[in-house]
């Protein structure tokens, strides 16, 4: 809808994760050095860790990218809830092999034949796991189990291991030594700073043609960076819901009034979490001397009294649940009185 407005030729901030669009911040080029380090070595795990919505599926994407023509076979796990049989019937799909109806010694000899194949092919296997954290202890034996196969004195599987930062605590608890041990790299991705979020923000527009319009000011960028500390997916839903305000609107120019007023709707949702709103500091209404102050030094003093109003309208939602199950109560024993009586009565 926005695009159309603002003449863009396609959408900037969609949530599903395209490379197309990967801005290499700090860490995340740092992030994409380990698993081309990883690539390299062709052996081990790399394990790339990160809060939710941090960037790792993007990331895997735009390695993808970069190795067309690198004669390396990937395989891509997404669904790791599973156990470990299982486990190994999706990683021998994403190979193209038989998995249905075979056993587990059958699957394990498949897999060795294949990667064996790719070896002599002058070709390198690589399985990325995503959302490794959910991944059970049995289903990462197995994961281990298969780096152990070797082919003329070489490992056949390279594999990335993506989990959120929990992930990093699992790695570290009690019987996944060996596991740790054909670690090669490890890498936490950590979120934009202030001034990345703008230059993501601006990376992203520039990516569908944007030429200034709108036109965002400084103090739209810091209460983006506020809300969502830096954490891309967060960024680009708060911007994204920025620009369809503003074709909405029909505004040429993003200033404190619209990212205000944007906030505001986003805080209404019923969805939302009332304790992270209050947190999130809301964008003041400034003068032009206040522009370069930041948002949230000038926030702070009015924080106390809006949690005070939002704890008094939860304690009259809940005295007004409270009167009306005593009501209901009333009214159901005001009606077994009356049936008890009924019977007595007949008897």
Not at 84 to 90: E, G, N, P, Q, S
Not at 217 to 246: C, E, H, S
Not at 266 to 282: K, T, Y
Request: charged share 30%; aromatic share 8%.
């Amino acid at each position: 809808m926005y695009e159309r407005y603002y003449k863009l030729t396609g959408k900037p901030f969609q949530l599903s994760p395209d490379p197309r669009f990967f801005y290499g911040s700090k860490t995340h080029k740092r992030a994409l050095a380990y698993l081309r380090y990883g690539i390299e070595q062709a052996e081990g795990f790399i394990v790339i860790t990160g809060d939710v919505g941090a960037g790792k599926t993007t990331l895997v994407g735009r390695l993808f990218q970069s190795l067309a023509g690198d004669n390396v076979v990937a395989g891509r796990l997404v669904s790791t809830q599973v156990q470990a049989d299982d486990l190994l019937r999706l990683v021998a799909a994403e190979f193209g092999l038989p998995y249905q109806r075979v056993t587990k010694a059958s699957l394990l000899h498949q897999l060795e034949l294949f990667f064996r194949t790719c070896a002599d092919e002058g070709k390198r296997a690589l399985l990325v796991v995503d959302e490794a954290q959910n991944l059970p202890r049995k289903a990462l034996e197995e994961l281990r189990m298969l780096s152990n196969f070797q082919w003329k004195g070489r490992s056949t599987l390279q594999s990335f291991l993506l989990g959120q930062k929990e992930f990093r605590n699992i790695m570290r608890s009690e019987g996944f030594e060996q596991l740790r041990q054909r670690v090669i790299a490890a890498y936490h991705l950590r979120p934009l700073d202030e001034a990345e979020t703008r230059e993501y923000i601006e990376h992203r527009l520039k990516m569908v043609g944007w030429h200034g319009v709108p036109s965002i000011a400084d103090v739209v960028y810091r209460g983006i960076f506020d809300y969502t500390q830096g954490i891309p997916r967060k960024i680009n839903l708060l911007a994204d819901r920025l620009m369809l305000y503003g074709a909405l609107e029909q505004l040429q120019d993003f200033n404190a009034h619209t990212i205000e007023a944007v906030l505001s709707d986003v805080r209404q949702e019923l969805w939302r979490d009332p304790e992270h709103d209050e947190a999130s500091l809301d964008v003041p209404r400034e003068s032009a001397s206040e522009a370069r102050a930041p948002i949230r030094s000038r926030q702070l003093p009015e924080l106390d009294s809006t949690k005070a109003r939002e704890q008094e309208r939860r304690l009259e939602e809940m005295e007004q649940s409270v009167r009306s199950l005593t009501s209901l109560l009333k009214e159901e024993l005001s009606q077994l009185r009356e049936a008890v009586l009924r019977t007595d009565k007949d008897e």
